[in-house]
């Protein structure tokens, strides 16, 4: 029953309106990248699923975007939860996926892996959505780029030791790629393919 | 009477702003590129702005502001049609003041205003792709995005200068878009491309007809094609508004008899009347006051 109720419960209580406040945050923290937006409605998915990452679920996903899990969530109740409240069919292949969701300290697999666009069609791209430990307080990045000022420094906590090197194979792949959503707890850190990335200092 | 009922908030369901969100968050991450989407069938005909109300109502949210501007003016048939819808459909505030607003939609101009940070301009869009005159099929104006190929524009722009002496080309100028892809920004006077470079407001573009959105994020490079010998310039006016007296603006021409009697006044309504209201007052302005 507890699992039952785990799936069925979480969703947003308010739908349009929430899904269009988190839509706005995702819109803008891709237009400013290096923002930290907090999110001001939130899922309540079963864990390892986040809240943040569960709210960016329910607000994108639906039986239109394909949908793929890391192995420790779809051992989870999270395939269940997704296919309940968006209608997202969980498939095992990376590279036909739209969005893909990986829960904190979970291995994040090589950007390659995934769907990366044509060239006709750059669009046709995995979102990838990982949550860390935390979007402050780890090692600092330069970021520079289309919706960034100048320059800005994020330095998110909990990504995997080769990151800056996946993520500079991924921008080398302009204008194809994937596009990176951080979430920790409420928030939300967004990384379109456009952003390159730097060691601070 | 509550005449939001019949609707789910600013129109369009849930999984069609669903389709439209994500097809914004991926014309955001590859800045000039054309994003296709299933464009839905509106409750005005096709080039009355569709693309850019779907646009809106995909991002309008219940407090945001909205201006929508036809040719620079509040006050004309497709904006203020435009706006009645979204006062109807999503209850939200309008405004004409583009300080104001949050979401501003526009036909073919750029407020003369700098935009905030905190702004969000929504283009309606005709004809997305800038080359479709020089290459009617869509799998080969693919191709020539894809490999970057656009030897034919600077032709067409060349051409111009062979005939003309000069690029002819005075609206839809087109640009590159942070040394990537050619965009066309949509039918908007020359005049406003040097708004787009690195403005600070968000700018998303909807069409409607051809199902296509894109985007330029804030602070991007946004560069109208030339030559060297040719480089890009704006029209010029060889007068102040005659109402307001502002200079750098781009001005509409109104014919005022059949004798040839004519001024030339600023299309941005709003930037105009703020002007007036600060006491600046141009040669016309005051004929008109003196006729009352």
Known sequence: ?201 | MNDLATYNFAYLDEQTKRMIRRAILKAIAIPGYQVPFASREMPMPYGWGTGGVQVTASILGPDDVLKVIDQGADDTTNAVSIRAFFQKVANVAVTTKTKEATIIQTRHRIPEEPLRESQTLVYQVPIPEPLRFLEPRETETRKMHALEEYGLMHVKLYEDIARNGHIATTYAYPVKVEGRYVMDPSPTPKFDNPKMHRSEALQLFGAGREKRIYAVPPYTQVVSLDFEDHPFEIQKFDRPCALCCAENVYLDEVVLDDRGGRMFVCSDTDHCEDRRCAGHAGPMLAIEEAAE
Request: with cysteine.
């Open chain 1, 1 to 201: 029953m507890t699992a039952q109720s785990q799936i069925y419960a979480g969703g947003f209580a308010d739908p349009e309106f929430e899904a269009q406040t988190v839509f706005r945050t995702l819109m803008d923290c891709f237009a400013r990248p290096g923002t930290i937006g907090r999110l001001t409605a939130l899922a309540t998915p079963p864990s390892p699923l986040g809240m943040a990452t569960g709210a960016v679920a329910l607000t994108l996903c639906d039986h239109d975007t394909p949908v793929w899990l890391s192995p420790a969530l779809v051992k989870s109740a999270a395939p269940n939860w997704i296919a309940f409240h968006t209608g997202g069919p969980v498939i095992e292949l990376k590279d036909e996926a739209r969005f893909a969701f990986v829960e904190r300290d979970g291995a994040v697999p090589g950007f390659d892996q995934f769907a990366l666009g044509t060239a006709e069609y750059p669009d046709r791209s995995t979102t990838l959505v990982v949550e860390v430990e935390a979007l402050t307080g780890g090692r600092p990045f330069i970021g520079r780029g289309p919706g960034i000022k100048d320059e800005v420094v994020i330095a998110p906590k909990g990504l995997p030791d080769l990151f800056l090197d996946l993520w500079a194979a991924n921008r080398a792949l302009f204008p194809r790629g994937i596009d990176l959503v951080l979430t920790a707890e409420e928030s939300v850190l967004c990384l379109p393919r456009t952003t390159r990335l730097s060691i601070k200092g």
